[in-house]
């Protein structure tokens, strides 16, 4: 279906933990694109996850590092130019987690130094990866840097909590590093806001089904799944897309432009109709 888009193209992908993972699937995707590339995921992550897998079937070289710590990215990206001899087209941030979701913190209880770690995690290590790389000169001219977001950076959704301040905080990495790389460079940055997924991360969210129920639902083309969302990242890494930067873009299967479907309607008014529904909070 890619027919080589990335024939010739040298990249970094930061985030696969396993199969689940868009990162993961970005991968292969990018693999079977022609891309070459490193993989690189925190020492934890590394050890508790099956990226060797990928990295076998990708024929890549993993680099572990912390994305929070400049000094592992400019590891990550100096090891990466000498492994594939020469500055990279394309740089994957899936990178995101919050010790509030996973210790079940409610937003008007949030642990601070948790909620601290979010962002450190899911936003600052965005900054810092563009920073690095500018300060390093270490993507092509016209290359693609694609971060992964949620629809949550910009509307309430029940049991997100801290990780939605975080996806905001990205989305703005996104247009103010952008302006700054486009102009200085010819290199694109861009977000994508894919649909709710269940990724390792993903499964700890409250409510996941439910809210996976409701956007499939919702959406007119349905759920996007990771192996989608990854077709989608491989055309923004591909010349096809070369003015577009500075973009938060929705693949979501509609989702983001609805109200209410006819498929959430029947289901809402069905719920109406029961004589003892369940309590929500």
């Not at 689940?20 to 070459?36: F, M, N, P």
């Not at 130019?81 to 941030?93: P, T």
């Not at 247009?175 to 700890?204: C, D, L, W």
């Not at 432009?257 to 529904?277: I, N, Q, T, V």
């Amino acid at each position: 279906m890619i027919n080589q888009l990335l024939q010739g193209k040298k990249g970094i992908i930061f985030g696969a933990l396993d199969e689940k993972s868009i990162a993961w699937q970005v991968a292969l995707k990018a693999h079977e694109a022609g891309a070459r590339f490193t993989l690189s995921n925190t020492p934890t992550a590394i050890r508790f996850g099956t990226i060797e897998q990928l990295a076998e079937l990708c024929h890549a070289e993993i680099i572990p590092a912390d994305a929070t710590e400049t000094t592992d990215l400019e590891t990550v990206f100096g090891r990466s130019m000498e492994i594939l001899g020469g500055k990279v087209d394309f740089v994957l941030h899936s990178i995101g987690m919050s010790m509030n979701v996973r210790k079940k913190r409610i937003y008007p209880d949030l642990d601070y130094e948790y909620f601290m770690k979010t962002i450190d995690i899911s936003s600052l290590s965005f900054h810092k990866m563009l920073q690095t790389a500018f300060k390093m000169d270490a993507i092509n001219p016209w290359g693609s840097v694609v971060a992964l977001s949620y629809i949550a950076a910009q509307r309430t959704l029940y049991a997100y909590n801290d990780m939605a301040d975080a996806k905001a905080l990205l989305e703005s990495i996104c247009r103010s590093f952008g302006y700054i790389y486009g102009r200085e460079r010819k290199v694109r940055v861009n977000t994508i806001s894919q649909s709710p997924t269940m990724t390792t991360a993903g499964s700890g969210v409250r409510v996941m089904e439910g809210l996976m129920d409701f956007t499939d639902r919702m959406s007119p083309l349905g759920n996007a799944s990771a192996e989608e969302c990854a077709d989608y990242c491989i055309t923004l890494f591909s010349d096809l897309t070369r003015k577009v930067t500075m973009q938060n873009l929705y693949h979501d299967g509609g989702f983001s432009s609805m109200g209410m479907s006819l498929r959430a309607m029947r289901m809402y008014s069905r719920s109406l109709e029961c004589d003892e529904c369940p309590e929500v909070d």
